[in-house]
């Protein structure tokens, strides 16, 4: 009996092993070639003007997406979002160069794929803001590519081109790089297309001109990965998918959550034995609202990989699809050194935005794009008082609180509709869609930053904070207390009582909301006092620039000058923001912000961007013109 059991085992055995083959051989490849920091601005999405042949022959071989949109309008909350299939604020990665933990339950999707059998190559960028975990690539390198594959394994490959980043048209050595040897556009014809929120001069037109420039590079080094598939005989079990990862490396676009930083071109190309009900008709264009969180979940469903549970993205191809979207959502946190926290939810024609610093100008003083010509062009007819309409518009000093577009008849996004009687059902719509999102998606993004961090600690992940056991009813206070530091006057007594509340992070909104006051709010002044003194650092340093606002600087002072001298890394920031907020009543802590002006040994990021806050105010208040990387 021996003798013949272990034959027959061998033999089963060489059975299962035929079968697993013939179902990988069956699963198809797939391969993403991103991109960064262009809009749909392509020949096969409307722009005759645009020379990107490749990726027009993809659309035309496979399908067209008119609403895929972003998470952020910045590469890497957007990329954390797209890894992980979670919303960047459930996971705490919403703040631009952040790090965080994740929970242990949450893989990025990669892991899957490859626990299914896949090959998985990333080439090579990766800023997830978290550590990626061992077992997420069987290689993430400047080398890693398919052909590495063994010949039993579908692949799963992720190629990057960064040559069309927002240095490609900020940086002359590397904008000459990345289109040598290429015949630049005329820039007459694509000034055709110049957004009327930009100065119509020489030198935007010039940078608008660059960008179409990078475009047609990226388009090449798309044609090589095509023909590289095609080479070697992959072009018929292999799904392309071609992305962006936010729109417009320019002012008002990247960083931003309107369209000009939301949407992106998306184009899949679906080999015709893998097509399913009619998905991936060459030349077909599809106008259901995608969001590149669903990117992740797509590739598992595409492989025939459950899509766990705590996913929020949602599958778009495949079998089996859940409903889909009514809306995608964006959000913009800290941006570099500056902090304004803006959240957008958009269905198929209208947008709405709210914003939740309202006092803050649109364009704050940012290092990396003021550096830009076409920033510094905005700049320039701010001051010389030479700036059109569409212009001037972005130059006020704070924002309306809340915003609504029509899309379709404002593709620009330029006319306010949320006061438009109108449209007063769309935009209690799209404010509840909002809302809702919130407590669905367990957003952090209302959490202050430096509380994100020491909470974090104390739990194991970010996400812990307003998910895990213990977190009660905390995302619903926070909501609540994020909207009424919008209320007005009328809620003061409902902002100081909720100073009171048991959780920083309530009390934190509680005094941005009297502090958005000022003077209207000064009978909060010896509650305000009482919170200069809380555990929480943000709750103190939005305490007293509340008094600061309210001209009762002399206590408040010093609390921020304690914060930049002891803080802890993005308090901080916090309160180098707040100092330059202040202008002239900063003055009498010159010295304080002069020393913390130095770069601290071992805190890089925190020196960058401290560093960065402190020289700008100081610039201001000395009429110096010092600058700082």
Not at 118 to 129: E, G
Not at 194 to 210: H, Q, S, V
Not at 327 to 343: L, P, Q
Not at 420 to 439: G, I, M, N, S
Request: with cysteine; proline share 6%; net charge neutral.
């Amino acid at each position: 009996m021996i003798h013949v059991v272990k034959p027959l085992i061998a033999v089963v055995g060489f059975i299962f092993l035929l079968a697993s083959h013939c179902v990988a051989d069956d699963r198809p490849n797939i391969l993403w070639l991103s991109c960064e920091d262009i809009s749909a601005h392509l020949g096969c999405y409307g722009y005759p003007n645009a020379t990107t042949p490749n990726v027009d022959r993809l659309a035309a071989q496979g399908t067209r997406y008119s609403h895929a949109f972003v998470t952020a309008g910045v590469c890497a909350p957007c990329r954390s979002a797209i890894i992980t299939g979670m919303y960047q604020t459930s996971l705490g990665t919403q703040h631009m160069r952040c790090s965080v933990t994740l929970p242990p339950h949450v893989k990025p999707f990669p892991t899957y794929l490859r626990e299914a059998g896949y090959y998985c190559t990333n080439n090579s960028k990766q800023d997830y803001q978290f550590k990626t975990p061992k077992g997420v690539w069987d290689e993430s390198s400047g080398k890693a590519h398919w052909k590495n594959s063994p010949d039993d394994k579908p692949f799963f490959a992720v190629f990057n081109y960064t040559g069309c980043h927002e240095s490609g048209i900020a940086s002359e050595s590397k904008y000459k790089s990345v289109t040598a040897g290429q015949k630049p556009h005329d820039r007459a014809v694509t000034a055709k297309s110049l957004p009327p929120y930009y100065p119509d001069t020489p030198a935007t037109r010039d940078d608008w001109g660059r960008y179409y420039d990078v475009i047609t590079a990226m388009d090449r080094w798309v044609g090589e990965h095509l023909a590289a598939l095609d080479d070697a005989g992959l072009a018929e079990s292999t799904i392309v998918v071609y992305w962006s990862d936010h729109g417009v490396g320019l002012p008002r676009a990247k960083r931003w959550l309107y369209d000009s930083g939301m949407h992106v071109p998306l184009v899949v190309r679906i080999p015709e034995k893998y097509r399913r009900d009619g998905q991936g008709t060459p030349g077909s264009v599809n106008d259901e609202l995608v969001s590149l969180i669903d990117l992740g979940p797509t590739a598992m469903n595409l492989a025939g990989i459950d899509i766990p549970q705590y996913i929020q993205g949602r599958a778009f191809l495949g079998t089996n699809l859940t409903p889909a979207r009514e809306y995608v959502y964006g959000a913009r946190d800290r941006m570099d050194e500056r902090y304004d926290i803006i959240r957008a939810v958009r269905d198929r024609r209208f947008k709405y935005i709210r914003n939740y610093e309202p006092f803050k100008t649109y364009y704050q003083y940012m290092n990396t794009p003021e550096q830009g010509r076409t920033m510094s062009e905005i700049r320039r007819v701010q001051a010389d008082g030479s700036a059109s309409p569409g212009v001037a518009q972005f130059l006020a000093p704070s924002k309306a609180k809340e915003e609504l577009y029509d899309t379709q008849a404002d593709p620009h996004e330029m006319h306010n509709l949320a006061a438009d009687p109108a449209h007063r059902k769309t935009f209690e719509r799209l404010r509840q869609a909002h809302l809702d999102w919130v407590l669905e998606t367990r957003g952090l993004g209302l959490i202050p930053e430096a509380e994100i961090n020491a909470r974090q600690g104390k739990l194991g992940s970010a996400w812990a904070i307003l998910s895990g056991p213990e977190s009660g009813t905390l995302v619903n206070r926070v909501r609540d207390a994020a909207s009424l530091s919008l209320a007005g006057e009328d809620a003061i007594p409902q902002m100081i009582d909720t100073l009171k509340d048991n959780d920083a992070a309530v009390r934190y909104w509680a005094a941005i909301g009297l502090g958005n006051l000022g003077k209207q709010a000064v009978t909060s002044a010896p509650f305000l006092r009482r919170v200069l003194k809380d555990d929480s650092e943000n709750v103190r340093v939005a305490a007293a620039r509340a008094l600061c606002r309210m001209e009762l600087s002399d206590d408040a002072l010093p609390v921020l000058v304690d914060v930049l001298d002891n803080g802890s890394q993005w308090a901080r920031v916090h309160a180098a923001n707040v100092l330059d907020e202040m202008d002239d009543q900063a003055r009498p802590v010159l010295d304080a912000m002069k020393r913390n002006k130095a770069y601290r040994k071992g805190l890089v990021a925190d020196g960058k961007y401290t560093v960065r806050v402190l020289n700008r105010a100081l610039n201001e208040l000395e009429g110096t013109n010092n600058t700082v990387p």
